[in-house]
């Protein structure tokens, strides 16, 4: 892995407001550690100058290398380039939009070095958000909590420190539909957090409307529990208790002479509940189904136009088959 020390991974996605106060800020910080390091920037599909900018980064530094996708992947595919790319002892993992302070970083350091394998970063407060995301946040978070085969802290992004070994055991696990911060807790391992305020994006729009925010959930769900598909039996079996006392009582009121159950507008209400009962029980084992069909396939997690700044590609990229011709058979 060479003598680089610590590994910093940022992805970026039209972040070139943002490009050169991280630089600045982590330039500072990693001056005081005072051992070896590299900053590894991935360039997710960018519209803006955001290519560009890195490479004026890493020409004036060369202990900055980007990496550059053919196309926009996703954060969490940009996030797990930058940690096959990453030769560090130690591999933090911070956003380009500055929300989560380079500072942070000498804190998780510190906890390394007490012998902590894994160091995440607790968001005790959240600046400049609307109600809505904090609540639909804390909701996040403390659903997954609950339902979920593994234990992920509350309130944690992606921003953390990760050991060598760490790294190399999230490296082996390649699933398309990614939940990092998850995937950190199921390898398990010595894990400790350190408390932050996240502040405002330094310049930008967020990249996560409720759109992505709704599909990121479903993917942190859907890989780590099976409750969703619990959920369907259960509604299934209380479903059918229900339609036990709806038939007792139909046949009760029938014998009484009553009308309470006369006409076709009960029918029609009972068949529309049922059938979207059966909708949303489709629905779920789809989500389930959809993600068998994307592993299956066994495309590679991201393709890769150009990296720079690298002595060697990591283990994990794709290389090119022998051209040479096959021997004669005797």
């Not at 550059?68 to 969490?76: E, I, L, M, S």
């Not at 992505?212 to 059918?240: E, N, Y």
């Given at each position: 892995?060479?003598?680089?020390r610590?590994?910093?991974?940022?992805?970026?996605?039209?972040e070139?407001?943002?490009?050169?106060?991280?630089?600045?800020?982590?330039?500072?910080?990693?001056?005081?550690?005072?051992?070896?390091?590299?900053?590894?920037?991935?360039?997710?599909?960018?519209?803006?100058?955001?290519?560009?900018?890195?490479?004026?980064?890493?020409?004036?530094?060369?202990?900055?290398?980007?990496i550059?996708?053919?196309r926009?992947?996703?954060?969490?595919?940009?996030?797990t380039?930058?940690?096959?790319?990453?030769?560090?002892?130690?591999?933090?993992?911070?956003?380009?939009d500055?929300?989560?302070?380079?500072?942070?970083?000498?804190?998780?350091?510190?906890?390394?070095k007490?012998?902590?394998?894994?160091?995440?970063?607790?968001?005790?407060?959240?600046?400049?958000?609307?109600?809505?995301?904090?609540?639909?946040?804390?909701?996040?978070?403390?659903?997954?909590?609950?339902?979920?085969?593994?234990?992920?802290?509350?309130?944690t992004?992606d921003?953390?420190?990760?050991?060598?070994?760490?790294?190399?055991?999230?490296k082996?696990?390649?699933?398309?539909?990614?939940?990092?911060?998850?995937?950190?807790?199921?390898?398990?391992?010595?894990?400790?957090?350190?408390?932050?305020?996240?502040?405002?994006?330094?310049?930008?729009?967020?990249?996560?409307?409720?759109?992505?925010?709704?599909?990121?959930?479903?993917?942190?769900?859907?890989?780590?529990?099976?409750?969703?598909?619990?959920?369907?039996?259960?509604?299934?079996?209380?479903?059918?208790?229900?339609?036990?006392?709806?038939?007792?009582?139909?046949?009760?009121?029938?014998?009484?002479?009553?009308?309470?159950?006369?006409?076709?507008?009960?029918?029609?209400?009972?068949?529309?509940?049922?059938?979207?009962?059966?909708?949303?029980?489709?629905?779920?084992?789809?989500?389930?189904l959809?993600?068998?069909?994307d592993e299956?396939?066994?495309?590679?997690?991201?393709?890769?136009?150009?990296?720079?700044g690298?002595?060697?590609?990591p283990?994990?990229?794709?290389?090119?088959?022998?051209?040479r011709?096959?021997?004669?058979?005797?």
């Amino acid at each position: 892995m060479g003598d680089i020390r610590y590994s910093i991974v940022a992805p970026c996605w039209n972040e070139e407001g943002n490009l050169p106060e991280l630089y600045r800020r982590i330039t500072e910080v990693m001056e005081q550690t005072a051992e070896p390091w590299e900053l590894v920037l991935i360039n997710d599909g960018s519209r803006d100058r955001t290519p560009e900018i890195m490479r004026q980064i890493h020409e004036a530094d060369p202990r900055v290398h980007f990496i550059d996708f053919a196309r926009n992947f996703g954060h969490q595919l940009a996030v797990t380039a930058g940690m096959d790319y990453a030769q560090g002892d130690a591999v933090i993992l911070i956003d380009s939009d500055l929300q989560d302070p380079p500072e942070l970083i000498l804190e998780m350091i510190q906890k390394w070095k007490e012998g902590y394998k894994v160091v995440f970063a607790v968001r005790k407060e959240r600046k400049g958000e609307t109600w809505f995301k904090l609540f639909t946040a804390k909701l996040f978070y403390r659903i997954i909590y609950r339902i979920t085969d593994v234990d992920i802290p509350l309130d944690t992004g992606d921003f953390r420190l990760m050991d060598r070994q760490v790294v190399e055991q999230m490296k082996a696990m390649k699933e398309h539909h990614r939940f990092i911060r998850g995937m950190t807790s199921w390898v398990g391992f010595k894990q400790t957090g350190v408390y932050y305020v996240r502040d405002e994006r330094f310049a930008g729009e967020t990249k996560y409307p409720l759109r992505k925010m709704v599909r990121f959930a479903i993917t942190a769900i859907t890989g780590f529990s099976i409750f969703p598909l619990q959920l369907a039996t259960f509604m299934g079996f209380a479903i059918a208790g229900l339609s036990v006392l709806f038939i007792i009582g139909a046949i009760i009121a029938r014998l009484s002479g009553g009308q309470a159950f006369a006409g076709q507008a009960t029918t029609l209400v009972m068949v529309l509940f049922l059938g979207s009962i059966q909708l949303i029980s489709l629905g779920i084992i789809g989500e389930y189904l959809g993600r068998i069909y994307d592993e299956v396939r066994g495309r590679p997690l991201y393709v890769v136009n150009e990296a720079v700044g690298f002595d060697k590609p990591p283990l994990t990229e794709a290389v090119e088959p022998d051209s040479r011709p096959l021997p004669l058979e005797q």
